[in-house]
């Protein structure tokens, strides 16, 4: 009897084993999408800089997402709750409800608040949009708009986005209802009217695309050069790196915040999230994918690190699950751009940022 046992687990042994006499079980070479990972340290910690989070008013009522998002960042940013489209309901009309919910969290947690954004030409109420007074009267619309929003959030808002994305895909300035009615200075003026408002609030300009992008980032720099030499209050610039774990390549970013180092700018990387399914050639997160945004998240977390402390506006990302991503919707592909699961589980990236630092 014990020796057909014995005859009969050696047959099942090697029916397991493979020609070479390995284990039929693979050994994953490449680690699953989650590894395993469990952090030893949270962002904020770990960050010698403020860690930002794009968030939402209704996102705060749910333990599961605050519980995360209390442990891991230090500040904050509306993801749309803080634009025009959303407070400014009439020419002398505010709805204040949403953003003062968002503001009162970050004090209430010691959190800061990063405001975004004052003028951007996807957020113009459709009353603004087709105003029928003056330009005179629609500037000191816009005007009293940047003065009062500022002045009502005080210093419980540390800094602006003042102006969003100015600059067109072909590195021109934008033709939107600000250009068109204030004119090819109205970028500098917004600036000028917020720091008229508040003499120490920390003011940026924001834009997408200008890490990969040279006639956009050529442009930007330009505007920035003719800022400084005329005295218009600008403090930083958000980069917002809506990037791709293939593109663009890493000297492309670190260019970028060079040019803006030597201009003594403060960078924000002001909305990061990392698309992993751009060609849509995955319909799952697949390891190797997991493995690859770790690695960037990694790099870019390394080129962060090249700025002199004084300069480093932060890291905020632009959502914290996966499936909370703008990018889902605006893209159509399967996508697992950010550093949380949709079950708040630590992913490889939140690994590589750790390691960035
Ligand atoms: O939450 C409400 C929902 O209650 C309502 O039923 C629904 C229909 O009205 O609207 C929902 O709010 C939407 C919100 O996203 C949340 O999903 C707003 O309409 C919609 O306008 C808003 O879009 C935001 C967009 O900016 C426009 O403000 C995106 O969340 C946000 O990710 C996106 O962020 C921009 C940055 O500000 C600038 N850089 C590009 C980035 C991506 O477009």
């Known amino acids: 009897m014990r020796y057909s046992f014995i005859i009969l687990l050696s ?17 994953p070479t490449i680690p699953t999408v ?3 990972y469990t952090p030893e340290v949270s962002l904020k910690e770990a960050a010698s800089f403020p860690v930002g989070m794009a968030t939402q008013a209704a996102y705060l ?4 997402y605050t519980d995360v998002l209390d442990k891991e960042f230090n500040s904050l940013t509306a993801e749309y709750q803080m634009k025009q489209n959303i407070i400014h309901t009439g020419p002398t009309a ?5 953003s003062d919910a968002l503001v009162n969290y970050g004090r209430r947690k010691g959190m800061r608040v990063h405001g975004h954004a004052l003028v951007w030409h996807q957020s113009v109420p459709d009353w603004l949009e087709n105003f029928e007074g003056t330009d005179a009267e629609f500037e000191e619309i816009v005007k009293s708009y940047i003065q009062t929003v500022v002045n009502k959030y005080g210093t419980d808002v540390a800094s602006w986005d003042v102006v969003n994305e100015a600059f067109n895909d072909q590195g021109g300035i934008r033709e939107t209802v600000f250009l ?3 004119g090819t200075d109205y970028v500098a003026k917004c600036f000028q009217y917020a720091r008229e408002a508040n003499p120490d609030m920390l003011l940026f300009y924001n834009d997408y695309g200008t890490v990969w992008d040279q006639a956009k ?10 800022f400084q030499k005329r005295g218009i209050p600008v403090d930083g610039v958000g980069l917002q790196m809506h990037i791709t774990y293939n593109f663009p390549e890493i000297s492309r970013i670190q260019f970028a915040v060079d040019e803006l180092v030597k ?9 990061v999230d990392i698309r992993v399914n751009p060609d849509g050639d995955i319909s799952t997160f697949t390891g190797e994918r997991a493995k690859a945004q770790e690695d960037r998240m990694r790099e870019i977390v390394q080129a962060y690190q090249t700025i002199p402390p004084d300069l480093q506006f932060g890291i905020t990302f632009w959502g914290l699950r996966d499936g909370d991503s703008w990018l889902i919707n605006f893209w159509g592909n399967p996508e697992w751009p950010l550093l ?3 079950a708040y589980q630590h992913k490889l990236a939140h690994k590589g940022f750790v390691e960035g630092l």
Request: charged fraction near 20%; charge should be negative; glycine fraction near 8%.
């Open 11 to 27: 047959i099942c042994i090697l029916a397991c084993e493979n020609s070479d006499g390995q284990s039929d079980t693979p050994t």
């Open 34 to 36: 989650d590894a395993g």
């Open 61 to 64: 009522d749910f333990f599961s």
């Open 94 to 98: 505010y709805n204040w409800g949403p």
């Open 180 to 182: 068109e009615r204030m």
């Open 217 to 226: 980032l050529t442009n930007m720099l330009a505007m920035l050069n003719d």
């Open 263 to 271: 201009r003594g700018l403060k960078v924000h990387f002001s909305e």
């Open 340 to 342: 949380f699961t949709d």
